[in-house]
């Protein structure tokens, strides 16, 4: 798949902004776009021709960018396409239920056309992997335990599980459940979890596994949109094998977890 034949959604109030992100979108090659100053109309018309990516601006009139990605997740025709925030917002009750809905980037107003390159690319990656059945027999045979409390992430990160080949995908609400499922005998090649979590959270988790658990060494990749360095730096401590920023970039972290998978074999 190339960017040419992306179909995108731009929703963005303000006509110069949108200009910008339309031109931006054609230089790199994008063509198919379709643009909206609000969310309604644009809702309608994804459920009539379902695009391929939705780039949002979050303060809308109407409805908002994250009451829009709230709404598309819970449909659905729309519930996996990808959606980019573009935004000036950086207070973390606005950007947290973005992260957590899924998305594939948020980016900076103003964005460089090097953020937007990267995110598109990132975009039609996942795409490109998830259309394409992968029959990889390198991986599967390999089962990985997927911890996080948001239904909307989980779904995201299994979807890229299942472009990579995943042979086994288990699933855990939280800490405590992974737990169960780890003490119950199953056995895991891979645990991908999120941090934030009730009960007993991605940190716990892993000190409990690296402490006292019957795989000790199994590769831990931990998902966060955690900003605070020093708790960044306990989760570190605790001894995950990577950490990955929510929003992720999906090369970033499909290349995290074939090089934890290759190295648990060397």
């Not at 027999?137 to 995943?166: N, W």
């Not at 939280?174 to 645990?191: H, K, M, T, V």
């Given at each position: 798949m190339q960017l040419s034949n992306l179909y995108v959604i731009v929703i963005e109030p303000s006509n110069v902004q949108r200009h910008i992100i339309l031109a931006q979108l054609q230089q790199i090659g994008v063509t198919q776009i379709e643009?909206?100053?609000?969310?309604?109309?644009?809702?309608?018309?994804?459920?009539s021709i379902t695009p391929d990516l939705v780039l949002s601006a979050?303060?809308?009139?109407?409805i908002s960018g994250t009451e829009l990605v709230n709404q598309m997740r819970v449909l659905p025709a729309l519930e996996m396409v990808t959606f980019i925030l573009i935004s000036s917002e950086t207070h973390y009750r606005y950007l947290e239920p973005i992260r957590q809905a899924g998305a594939i980037a948020i980016l900076p107003k103003p964005f460089t056309a090097d953020d937007l390159a990267t995110?598109?690319?990132?975009?039609?990656?996942?795409?490109?992997?998830?259309?394409t059945e992968t029959d990889n027999e390198e991986y599967d045979h390999l089962r990985v335990l997927l911890v996080d409390d948001s239904a909307m992430a989980c779904r995201y990160v299994q979807q890229m599980l299942d472009g990579l080949g995943i042979g086994t995908?288990?699933?855990?609400?939280?800490?405590?459940?992974?737990?169960?499922l780890l003490q119950s005998g199953n056995g895991f090649d891979l645990i991908i979890t999120d941090y934030n979590m009730p009960n007993i959270d991605g940190k716990e988790l892993t000190e409990h596994i690296r402490q006292h658990g019957d795989q000790p060494t199994?590769?831990?990749?931990?998902?966060?949109?955690?900003?605070?360095?020093?708790?960044?730096a306990a989760i570190q401590s605790a001894g995950v094998s990577a950490i990955c920023n929510k929003p992720f970039s999906y090369g970033t972290v499909k290349l995290l977890i074939e090089q934890l998978i290759n190295e648990r074999d060397i």
């Amino acid at each position: 798949m190339q960017l040419s034949n992306l179909y995108v959604i731009v929703i963005e109030p303000s006509n110069v902004q949108r200009h910008i992100i339309l031109a931006q979108l054609q230089q790199i090659g994008v063509t198919q776009i379709e643009e909206f100053s609000s969310a309604e109309p644009a809702l309608e018309r994804m459920l009539s021709i379902t695009p391929d990516l939705v780039l949002s601006a979050m303060h809308l009139p109407g409805i908002s960018g994250t009451e829009l990605v709230n709404q598309m997740r819970v449909l659905p025709a729309l519930e996996m396409v990808t959606f980019i925030l573009i935004s000036s917002e950086t207070h973390y009750r606005y950007l947290e239920p973005i992260r957590q809905a899924g998305a594939i980037a948020i980016l900076p107003k103003p964005f460089t056309a090097d953020d937007l390159a990267t995110a598109m690319r990132s975009t039609l990656e996942y795409i490109s992997d998830v259309e394409t059945e992968t029959d990889n027999e390198e991986y599967d045979h390999l089962r990985v335990l997927l911890v996080d409390d948001s239904a909307m992430a989980c779904r995201y990160v299994q979807q890229m599980l299942d472009g990579l080949g995943i042979g086994t995908i288990s699933t855990a609400n939280d800490g405590a459940e992974a737990l169960s499922l780890l003490q119950s005998g199953n056995g895991f090649d891979l645990i991908i979890t999120d941090y934030n979590m009730p009960n007993i959270d991605g940190k716990e988790l892993t000190e409990h596994i690296r402490q006292h658990g019957d795989q000790p060494t199994i590769p831990i990749l931990m998902l966060t949109s955690e900003q605070n360095q020093s708790r960044l730096a306990a989760i570190q401590s605790a001894g995950v094998s990577a950490i990955c920023n929510k929003p992720f970039s999906y090369g970033t972290v499909k290349l995290l977890i074939e090089q934890l998978i290759n190295e648990r074999d060397i």
